[in-house]
C-alpha cells in the first residue's frame, strides 16, 4: 500500500458545479497540493479527462496515475484514507463534499460545453 503523504494529484474539475467544489473542499481539508484542470474553459482537459477516464462524466481525480471517474469528495476522501495518504480528519470541509450542481449550475455547464471548438 502506498503510504505517500504527498501524492501528485491532478482533478478535473468544472469551475462551477457542487461535486466539483466537495472534490477542492476535501483537498482543502487535508492540505493537499493538486493541479486543478478546468474542463468547462479548456476543452484539451476535457478531452485528456475521457482519454484517461474512458468516460466523459466529471469531477474526476488522478492520485499517482490511479483514475477515479465521476467522483465525489466523500468518495475521494475514503480512497485517499483507505490508501494511506491521509489521515482522518474530523475538521469539517468548506463546502459539502456529495452534493450535486444546483439547476442554475448545470444548465450554465450545459451551455458552455456546446461551445467548445476543436
Known amino acids: 500500500m502506498t503510504t505517500s503523504k504527498n501524492p501528485k494529484i491532478i482533478a478535473y474539475l468544472k469551475p462551477q458545479c457542487g461535486w466539483s467544489g466537495g472534490v477542492r473542499a476535501v483537498m482543502q481539508k487535508y492540505n493537499l497540493a493538486y493541479e486543478d484542470r478546468d474542463i468547462i474553459n479548456d476543452y484539451a482537459q476535457r478531452e485528456e479527462m475521457i482519454r484517461k477516464s474512458g ?26 484514507l483507505s490508501k494511506g495518504y491521509i489521515s ?25 460545453n456546446t461551445q467548445f471548438k476543436k
Open 55 to 80: 468516460q466523459q462524466l466529471s469531477p474526476c481525480v488522478e492520485v499517482d496515475g490511479h483514475m477515479l471517474a465521476d467522483i465525489s469528495g466523500d468518495e475521494v476522501e475514503a480512497y485517499l
Open 88 to 112: 482522518k480528519s474530523d475538521a469539517p470541509a468548506s463546502a459539502p463534499t456529495n452534493s450535486a450542481c444546483s439547476d442554475e449550475e448545470h444548465a450554465r455547464q450545459q451551455w458552455a
